[in-house]
């Protein structure tokens, strides 16, 4: 169950940061996975000490290998396969909402709503 040495994607899949193992490599295919700084191709070996940068749902995630497994275990023991250095996220952002069926913005609401998102020093001709 351990090796010195287990693809990536069978890794992520194996300590559950993927549901599955072929999200797993599509999301290598698609450049969203990084060891120590290089993007992953799927069958690219990760060893203890490794550092991954795995991009999901818009965040970034950094992981350090622990230990390579590559069968899925338990909860448990895959949290011991994995030290999560992630960041705390800031908290969850303000949404702005309008009414429903309130219609289109007026002018002067689409300035508020610029100023809200941070666009209103835009200049228009």
Known sequence: MTDSSARVDSWLWAVRIYKTR???????????VRV???KAKAAQPVRPG???RVRIAG?????VVRKT???RVGAVLAAEAVDDRTPPR????VVAQRDRG?????KRER???DRFRGRDDEVRE
């Open 90 to 93: 800031d908290p969850t952002p």
């Open 111 to 113: 300035r508020e709503i």
């Open 59 to 63: 965040f970034d995630r950094t992981l």
């Open 50 to 52: 490794d550092e991954l």
């Open 22 to 32: 072929s999200a797993a490599t599509s999301a290598c295919r698609a450049g969203h």
């Open 102 to 106: 309130a219609g289109r913005p007026t």
């Open 36 to 38: 120590n700084g290089e």
């Open 69 to 71: 497994i590559t069968k």
